[in-house]
């Protein structure tokens, strides 16, 4: 279970659903698409970090990785920006930040 913006999403289905319809409209609202997708980078959410306790793994941060470049490849011709903004457990914040880049290298 996770949330977005306040909202409570039950599986990772349903937070592909849900980042869309925030970042895009629903498909019928659509007036305008997006140039680039920013990503605020932070890995402060993995399982080892003592901040967020959000208790997510490499391979979570690899899915919505993926996720963001399938809708970026959708919507703005795949171009992604991503910039590093946190972490606190090396080891997690080095496997983590390489998944990331290596999703968005693919």
């Given at each position: 279970?996770?949330?977005i913006?306040?909202?409570?999403?039950?599986?990772?289905?349903?937070?592909?659903d849900e980042?869309?319809?925030i970042s895009f409209g629903t498909k019928n609202s659509i007036t305008s698409l997006p140039d680039l997708i920013f990503i605020s980078a932070g890995?402060?959410?993995h399982e080892l970090d003592?901040?967020?306790?959000?208790n997510?793994?490499?391979?979570?941060?690899?899915?919505?990785?993926?996720e963001i470049v399938t809708l970026a490849n959708t919507h703005c011709e795949?171009?992604?920006?991503?910039?590093?903004?946190?972490g606190y457990h090396l080891k997690a914040l080095a496997e983590s930040a390489q998944c990331h880049i290596e999703s968005l290298c693919e």
């Open positions: 279970i996770s949330t913006e306040g909202r409570v999403v039950h599986n990772k289905k349903s937070l592909t980042v869309e319809t890995f402060d959410a003592p901040l967020a306790q959000i997510l793994s490499k391979d979570d941060f690899t899915w919505i990785t993926n795949g171009r992604v920006v991503s910039a590093l903004e946190g």
